[in-house]
């Protein structure tokens, strides 16, 4: 392995480059000085030998601005939160620059980290003259539960912020990770950096050493009311409605409309989330009075409601088929609830006149009828908090519901278009419950629901989004792990479809292991298509290629998968897309690491039989990408000369060079087929003789 580094010019797409762009002739690659044989290019370093580092994104503004402008460090009673304070003093003393931040849920840990990260860059910017860079670091382990420390980005000046405390508690050998989190921020010393890590209250090992020096245990939490005003007066720029958080400390005062819904024991997210709700506010009593419903989740009307029901079935029914058809007619509405009750429509005329009407049982409920639309949306939040009652309070309702909703989103079901909404309101159950079973029903709907693109993509939407929970994101990735090596192509392409989305700009590792299960598959079906066309979608975005290219190339050269075959020739595909060809050329033109590994993908691939029109196919891709000067013509030759060499006689190669009976070959195929380095004799016959049939 060389120990170069190389500059390139090409611009990382976005979106990716249209396959007509042409080839620049000026396109240069200049020589640094790393290590590891990376070639650096726009889109990142190419590696050969060195691991992809984690993905980083910058910790957002907004919650550095929370910490700047809107820090609260009291108690309700009025006691000192140290939890910021005693991190910044674990990160700036002598030894290893780290901080685990421990506690139970709910303590601000997160925003405490943050705090205590934009302080030691303060404190570098006074010291040193320049700040950090604050970053998150995704936890994208291949192994989740043996995660590779690794992989943990090291660039100078940064400060880090892993957050591991969804899933800390699976880690198979924790107190081996944390002597190697340790280990690792040792090393940060020497660049500059610093890392916090926030855990739950019992995932960091016990022990003593520099295990417990790096620990800061959350104990107390912020003030949930003081939390409010500080948001709603320094971020939301609302200080005129501090009166409404008043908690009438004066003699003949009142106390303000919300100063009741927070107490000693609300979280400080319960305090953002109220100043939130109150800087949104239209300002009216009425304004005021949904903002105040909505902080409680409805709670009183939700109560209300089903004790003034507790005898009727029929009315709760109803409630429940409205929040899951919203906007549908009244009679659809009436239909639903039938459905979910297995009761047939009323033919009896005396029980037909008998009782209220349906619009005044609706308004009932809390559902607002417009004409014959019936809605819940005029209360932010109301259907949402309905369901979550009925979750907890009727447990043996949850079955029932899930088939009926099955036979409601079925493609002629009275809810078919309402696969996105319910879907969304489900994936909000289901995290809000850590109820695994809802995303399972959701998964389910894949198979039974209509077979097209659109059902697929909503599917994959909706899992995408619980994927990424705090609180079922884990369940939800090996749910996915487990559906990518399932037999049915539906399932299998749903996956891949995630791993084209949000998914896979947070978790490009995990996407990537997926996606070789896919492209395994025994047929290339929709599946495997999908699955490249993700592939290639994760390279083009700025910054993956390395990873991509490095995870691809260990795929197909040192497990031999077909699905490392079927990556290798879909990435350097430049009829799809040549920016991922182009950069791996210029790499090869300076070194010769990178040469040697296209040339041995193309072996090992041409040496599968299964992956032969694959290899035709990616074969005239070239010789075309070639003639039209989008790829240098010396370098494409040149890789392809030594893998003639070796392969003259498979099939692929032998359909290049003599063509086949009843295919027209093109000029660019001919072309170059001519400056092939052929063994002399067959060079002469191909040279003396008529091209072949079809040339």
């Given at each position: 392995m060389s120990d170069e580094s190389f500059v390139g010019a090409v611009p990382p797409p976005t979106p990716p480059p249209p396959p007509a762009a042409p080839w620049a002739p000026e396109f240069r690659v200049d020589v640094g000085g790393n290590q590891n044989s990376k070639i650096i290019v726009a889109a990142g370093s190419v590696t050969m030998s060195s691991k992809p580092q984690l993905p980083v994104a910058d910790i957002p503004q907004a919650e550095l601005d929370v910490v700047e402008l809107a820090w609260v460090d009291l108690s309700a009673r009025d006691e000192k939160v140290h939890t910021a304070g005693e991190a910044v003093e674990r990160l700036t003393r002598e030894g290893p620059r780290l901080a685990v931040v421990a506690g139970a849920s709910g303590y601000g840990k997160r925003t405490a980290g943050i705090k205590a990260l934009a302080e030691v860059s303060r404190r570098e910017r006074e010291m040193r003259g320049s700040p950090l860079t604050l970053q998150e670091i995704r936890p994208d382990w291949e192994r989740p539960g043996s995660p590779d420390i690794s992989v943990l980005p090291d660039d100078p000046g940064r400060g880090y912020l892993l957050d591991v405390a969804a899933e800390i508690g699976s880690w198979h050998n924790p107190g081996n990770v944390a002597e190697q989190l340790v280990n690792y921020a040792e090393r940060l010393n020497y660049v500059g950096s610093y890392l916090v890590v926030i855990a739950d209250d019992h995932g960091w090992p016990d022990g003593s050493g520099t295990l417990a020096r790096v620990l800061v245990r959350a104990t107390a939490r912020p003030s949930a009311h003081r939390v409010a005003e500080a948001h709603l007066e320094m971020v939301h720029r609302k200080p005129d409605r501090l009166r409404w958080l008043s908690t009438a400390s004066s003699e003949g005062e009142q106390p303000g409309s919300a100063a009741h819904l927070l107490n000693d024991s609300s979280r400080p997210a319960d305090g953002v989330r109220l100043a939130t709700a109150l800087a949104h506010a239209d300002g009216t009593a009425e304004g005021l009075k949904t903002a105040l419903s909505t902080f409680q989740e409805w709670g009183n009307d939700v109560q209300g409601v089903f004790k003034a029901t507790n005898e009727d079935p029929e009315d709760r029914a109803l409630l429940v088929s409205a929040l899951f058809l919203d906007r549908k007619d009244a009679l659809t509405v009436q239909s639903g609830a039938r459905i979910l009750l297995n009761e047939p429509e009323k033919t009896d005329v005396r029980a037909i006149l008998t009782g209220p009407d349906l619009t005044t049982r609706l308004?009932?409920?809390?559902?607002?009828?417009?004409?014959?639309?019936?809605?819940?949306?005029?209360?932010?939040?109301?259907?949402?908090?309905?369901?979550?009652?009925?979750?907890?309070?009727?447990?043996?309702?949850?079955?029932?519901?899930?088939?009926?909703?099955?036979?409601?989103?079925?493609?002629?079901?009275?809810?078919?278009?309402?696969?996105?909404?319910?879907?969304?309101?489900?994936?909000?159950?289901?995290?809000?419950?850590?109820?695994?079973?809802?995303?399972?029903?959701?998964?389910?709907?894949?198979?039974?629901?209509?077979?097209?693109?659109?059902?697929?993509?909503?599917?994959?939407?909706?899992?995408?989004?619980?994927?990424?929970?705090?609180?079922?994101?884990?369940?939800?990735?090996?749910?996915?792990?487990?559906?990518?090596?399932?037999?049915?192509?539906?399932?299998?392409?749903?996956?891949?479809?995630?791993?084209?989305?949000?998914?896979?700009?947070?978790?490009?590792?995990?996407?990537?292991?997926?996606?070789?299960?896919?492209?395994?598959?025994?047929?290339?079906?929709?599946?495997?298509?999908?699955?490249?066309?993700?592939?290639?979608?994760?390279?083009?975005?700025?910054?993956?290629?390395?990873?991509?290219?490095?995870?691809?190339?260990?795929?197909?050269?040192e497990k031999k998968h077909l699905a490392g075959h079927r990556a290798f020739l879909s990435l350097l595909d430049p009829s799809v897309a040549p920016y991922v060809l182009?950069?791996?050329?210029?790499?090869?033109?300076?070194?010769?690491?990178?040469?040697?590994?296209?040339?041995?993908?193309?072996?090992?691939?041409?040496?599968?039989?299964?992956?032969?029109?694959?290899?035709?196919?990616?074969?005239?891709?070239?010789?075309?990408?070639?003639?039209?000067?989008?790829?240098?013509?010396?370098?494409?030759?040149?890789?392809?000369?030594?893998?003639?060499?070796?392969?003259?006689?498979?099939?692929?190669?032998?359909?290049?060079?003599?063509?086949?009976?009843?295919?027209?070959?093109?000029?660019?195929?001919?072309?170059?087929?001519?400056?092939?380095?052929?063994?002399?004799?067959?060079?002469?016959?191909?040279?003396?003789?008529?091209?072949?049939?079809?040339?």
């Open positions: 308004e009932r409920m809390g559902a607002e009828v417009t004409g014959r639309s019936v809605t819940l949306g005029h209360k932010p939040g109301y259907a949402r908090a309905v369901l979550l009652h009925l979750w907890r309070q009727r447990a043996d309702i949850h079955a029932p519901i899930l088939q009926w909703l099955d036979a409601l989103t079925a493609p002629k079901g009275l809810a078919a278009d309402r696969l996105a909404a319910i879907s969304d309101l489900l994936v909000e159950l289901a995290v809000a419950e850590k109820d695994i079973r809802v995303i399972d029903q959701i998964h389910a709907w894949i198979d039974k629901g209509d077979d097209s693109s659109e059902h697929r993509k909503l599917i994959a939407r909706v899992l995408t989004v619980a994927a990424e929970s705090d609180t079922l994101g884990a369940e939800v990735r090996a749910l996915l792990l487990d559906s990518a090596q399932a037999s049915t192509e539906a399932v299998a392409t749903v996956v891949a479809l995630v791993c084209q989305g949000e998914f896979a700009e947070h978790y490009p590792r995990q996407s990537l292991v997926r996606l070789r299960h896919i492209l395994d598959r025994s047929a290339a079906d929709d599946a495997v298509l999908a699955a490249q066309d993700a592939l290639r979608d994760i390279a083009a975005r700025e910054g993956q290629l390395p990873r991509v290219w490095s995870t691809v190339i260990k795929w197909a050269t182009q950069v791996m050329l210029a790499a090869a033109q300076q070194d010769p690491d990178v040469k040697d590994a296209l040339v041995e993908g193309w072996n090992v691939a041409l040496a599968d039989s299964r992956v032969d029109a694959e290899c035709r196919q990616l074969l005239v891709a070239w010789a075309r990408a070639r003639e039209s000067k989008q790829v240098p013509e010396g370098t494409v030759t040149e890789i392809l000369n030594e893998v003639v060499v070796q392969h003259l006689y498979s099939t692929p190669i032998s359909a290049l060079i003599f063509g086949e009976p009843g295919v027209a070959n093109d000029a660019a195929v001919i072309e170059l087929r001519k400056d092939l380095r052929l063994p002399p004799t067959l060079s002469a016959a191909l040279h003396n003789e008529p091209s072949p049939a079809g040339s």
